[in-house]
């Protein structure tokens, strides 16, 4: 281990703790102990925090208390002051127990994002003050999903976005791992709270990672997983409440035992929109769909399917919360084309299983495919891709169908 002049070690880590682990005095209290036996040990810390519990919502509902539909630059303004209380607070306890910390907003150590409100990426971080303090011996509190636009507006990264904070530093910082401490011990083969069964799993890849992520598995911001997987930055999810190893998230060639199927997610906050009766020729999908990016709307399955008298149907998932602005553009597409009709369905989920072993197993989609069918669980729409299979279901039998597939692939026996 190399040391520096004042004593430290050289080696960097970045700590995240999530919003349940900050959720209340006692809890940063504890997290506060946490990070000094780190500092003791010599380490140079940044600590990336999120807003305390549930703070988030809190703060979303209540602007909806006062306007239907809040400017997405003001949004961004008030969600973003839940993680400057927690990092005050945080410091405030170090402070308490003898340990120099500093909190800075994701501003003050220069995260640059690009303006897009509400989910911004971000597009650079200069690191310089964060260095010259902890050179001064500082531990360095971050408030997390933050950062600012070249305005100098406030953005935010999208829901789950500190993981995204944390690991973006520790890449740019140069740290060799970053942990993201949570309410569960790892990154489960499913939701431990949805599924009893689920097991831990000691290491996953990022690219797995990254499609369970994307697909509804909350543990981590998908693009924390994105920045992981860029720059090699390995990612320990570990529990707050406990010194127990977690999983790590690392690549592909450093995984000891490969699975078919890693892990299954279930994703309820998607709806299907169908533009039925539109013109059947060149350059219709492009324009449906360049009117969706350009509102900034992620798709994710599409079908496609001829009808008659040259009309053609497009069905596509998007998030619920999408809808209105996809309902926007697609309206004035149909005003343009002078055909076509939009309807809509929220009583949807997608089921999905993730492996990397899929590349080289055959029949993994169609055993899925078989245990629904043996359920009786009808599926509306497919989608596959070399290490993923997601099928669109009723969102009533969701639940089930998740549970079913991760014993199908024997999840609930791996140790
Ligand atoms: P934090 O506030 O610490 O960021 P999150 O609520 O965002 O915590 O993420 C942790 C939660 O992710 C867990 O409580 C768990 O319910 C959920 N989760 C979903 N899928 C998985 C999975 N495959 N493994 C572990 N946890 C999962
Ligand atoms: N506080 C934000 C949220 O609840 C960001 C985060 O917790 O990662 O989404
Ligand atoms: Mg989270």
């Not at 492996?355 to 989608?383: C, D, P, Q, Y």
């Amino acid at each position: 281990m190399l040391y520096l002049e004042n004593g430290l070690m050289q080696e960097i880590l970045v700590q995240k703790f999530g919003g349940t682990s900050v959720g209340d005095p006692e809890r940063i209290r504890r997290v506060a102990e946490r990070i000094k036996r780190y500092y003791e040990k010599g380490y140079r810390l940044v600590v990336v925090v999120s807003a305390m519990g549930h703070t988030t919502d809190e703060l979303i509902a209540l602007a909806g208390k006062v306007a239907k539909n809040p400017p997405k630059r003001e949004m961004d303004m008030l969600l973003a002051t839940g993680e400057q209380v927690s990092i005050a607070l945080l410091a405030m306890a170090l402070h308490e127990i003898g340990v120099p910390a500093r909190s800075f907003t994701g501003g003050q150590v220069n995260i640059l994002t690009d303006g897009n409100f509400s989910n911004a990426r971000i597009e650079s971080i200069d690191t310089s003050r964060l260095l010259a303090e902890l050179d001064k011996g500082q531990v360095c509190i971050v408030a997390g999903f933050q950062g600012v636009d070249q305005e100098q507006n406030i953005t935010t990264l999208g829901r789950g976005g500190s993981d995204t904070t944390a690991v973006a530093l520790a890449a740019a910082l140069k740290a060799s791992e970053c942990e993201i401490y949570t309410d569960v011990d790892g990154v489960y083969t499913t939701d431990p709270n949805k599924v009893e069964e689920a097991r831990k799993l000691k290491q996953i890849s990022y690219d797995e990672m990254l499609e369970l992520a994307s697909l509804g598995a909350g543990v981590l911001h998908n693009r924390s997983v994105e920045f992981a997987k860029k720059y090699g930055v390995t990612i320990h999810v570990r529990s707050s409440f406990n010194f127990n190893e977690g999983t790590k998230v690392v690549s592909e060639d450093m995984i000891m035992e490969k699975l078919t199927v890693t892990g299954v997610t279930l994703k309820s906050d998607d709806a299907r929109m169908t533009v039925a009766d539109i013109p059947d020729r060149p350059g219709i999908a492009a324009e449906l769909f360049q009117a969706l990016a350009d509102k900034k709307i992620n798709i994710d399955m599409i079908v496609q399917s001829t009808g008659k008298d040259r009309l053609n149907t497009i069905s596509f998932t998007l998030p619920v919360a999408a809808l209105p602005d996809a309902r926007q553009a697609v309206e004035s597409l149909i005003a343009k084309w002078g055909s076509g009709s939009i309807s809509t369905d929220e009583n949807i989920a997608i089921v999905s299983a993730v492996g990397v072993g899929m590349k080289s197993h055959t029949g993994v989609a169609a055993s899925m495919f078989r245990a629904l069918a043996e359920h009786n669980i009808n599926i509306e729409m497919i989608s596959t891709s070399e290490i993923k299979i997601s099928c669109v279901i009723a969102r009533e039998r969701g639940r089930e169908a998740l549970r079913l597939i991760h014993s199908v692939f024997g999840l609930d026996k791996i140790h």
